[in-house]
C-alpha cells in the first residue's frame, strides 16, 4: 500500500492550488485521512482531518481556505487551498489510516508535495 501526494507547485499570495493523494494497493477499508505540513525546524504540523463519516477537523491558521475532501471510490483525498498567503509554504504530507487486511488498521505517509507561496 503506497500513498503519493499530487499537486504542490509556486503560486502568487491570493492563489490557490489542489492537492491530491491516491492511495494505491490492496485496501479493504479507509478510516480517516489527512493533510500535514513541515517547513524546516519545525515540526510537521496537522493542516486538516476528514473521518471515514465524513467529518472534518483543520487547524486554526487555515480554516475558511481550505477545504479537505475524500473520495472512497477513488481511494484518495484531497486539499483544496485558496486565498494562499506566504505562511502555507511548506512541504505537504498525505496520511491515512487505512486497512491493508480485514482486521488490521495500519498508517501510512505520503511523500511531501511541496507548496511555495509568494510574489
Known amino acids: 500500500v503506497q500513498l503519493q501526494a499530487f499537486g504542490g507547485g509556486f503560486v502568487q499570495p491570493g492563489g490557490s492550488l489542489r492537492l491530491s493523494c491516491p492511495a494505491s494497493?490492496?485496501?479493504?477499508?479507509?478510516?480517516?485521512m489527512g493533510w500535514y505540513r513541515q517547513t524546516p525546524g519545525k515540526q510537521r504540523e496537522l493542516v486538516a482531518r476528514?473521518?471515514?463519516?465524513?467529518?472534518?477537523n483543520y487547524a486554526d491558521s487555515v480554516k475558511g481556505r481550505f477545504t479537505i475532501s475524500r473520495d472512497n471510490a477513488k481511494k484518495s483525498v484531497y486539499l483544496q487551498m485558496n486565498n494562499l498567503k506566504p505562511e502555507d509554504t511548506a512541504d505537504y504530507y498525505c496520511?491515512?489510516?487505512?486497512?491493508?487486511?480485514?482486521?488490521?488498521?495500519?498508517?501510512?505517509w505520503g511523500q511531501g508535495t511541496e507548496v511555495t507561496v509568494s510574489s
Open positions: 496520511n491515512a489510516f487505512l486497512r491493508p487486511r480485514p482486521i488490521t488498521v495500519s498508517e501510512y
Open positions: 494497493g490492496i485496501i479493504f477499508g479507509i478510516e480517516s
Open positions: 476528514i473521518t471515514s463519516s465524513g467529518s472534518t
